[in-house]
Every structure is written in C-alpha cells, then in structure tokens.
Nanobody, 121 residues
Framework: QVQLVESGGGLVQAGDSLRLSCTAS????????MGWFRQAPGKEREFVAR???????DYADSVKGRFTISRDNAKSTVYLQMNSLKPEDTAVYYC???????????????WGQGTQVTVSS
C-alpha cells in the first residue's frame, strides 16, 4: 500500500515563495510519475505539474515560469517550488502517484491528504 504525505503549505503574501514536499512510502518510487494537483473552494481539482522517472516535466499554463517540480528518488520525495505566488494560487495542494502522463486526476492511483496554501493580496 502506498502512502503519500505532503508538507510545506502555509499562509503567505502575494509575491512570496513556498516549497511543498511529498514523501512516498510502500512502493518503489523511482518508476512512477509524480504529480501535483490543487483544489480551490467550489472548484474541481486541477492539474498543476508532473514529473516522470526520467525527469520529464509538464506544467499547467497558469503556473508555467513560476512553479518548478522536482524529485529525489533516493528520498522518495517530490517537491513543488512555488514562486511569485498569487491569490488565485490559493487551494489545497495534493500530490499523487500514477503511471500515465495524462494531466487528469483519473491517471493517478494514489493521493496524499493535501496541504493548504493560502496567498493573501
């Protein structure tokens, strides 16, 4: 059984930075695709970024140039560095583990519990 634990969320001001972390346990981490999604109140969960085992990355247009996803296979951890945060980035952020590069929640098999990111204006 896979467990994903996120950390690093918080309350920041617009323009600030945060780094989210997600550590996986229970499965071989290296061969999976790791993704970050977010869900704002009243909205559907949306794709933010993903990284493959070969470090190929993809981002939602809304975060390109501001967010960076990376992974440390030795630590079974994926990171999301978020810079130049905006109030519209406010959401619960979830990490997920899957086997497809499709930027959809349906492509991911395992999910963390989420971490709140709040950006004030």
């Amino acid at each position: 059984q896979v467990q994903l634990v996120e950390s690093g969320g918080g309350l920041v001001q617009a323009g600030d930075s945060l780094r989210l972390s997600c550590t996986a346990s229970g499965r071989t981490f290296s061969w999976w695709i790791m993704g970050w999604f977010r869900q704002a109140p009243g909205k559907e969960r949306e794709f933010v970024a993903r990284i493959t085992w070969t470090d190929n990355t993809d981002y939602a247009d809304s975060v390109k140039g501001r967010f960076t996803i990376s992974r440390d296979n030795a630590k079974s951890t994926v990171y999301l560095q978020m810079n130049s945060l905006k109030p519209e980035d406010t959401a619960v952020y979830y990490c997920a583990l899957g086997s497809s590069t499709v930027p959809s929640t349906n492509a991911y098999n395992y999910w963390g519990q989420g971490t709140q990111v709040t950006v004030s204006s």
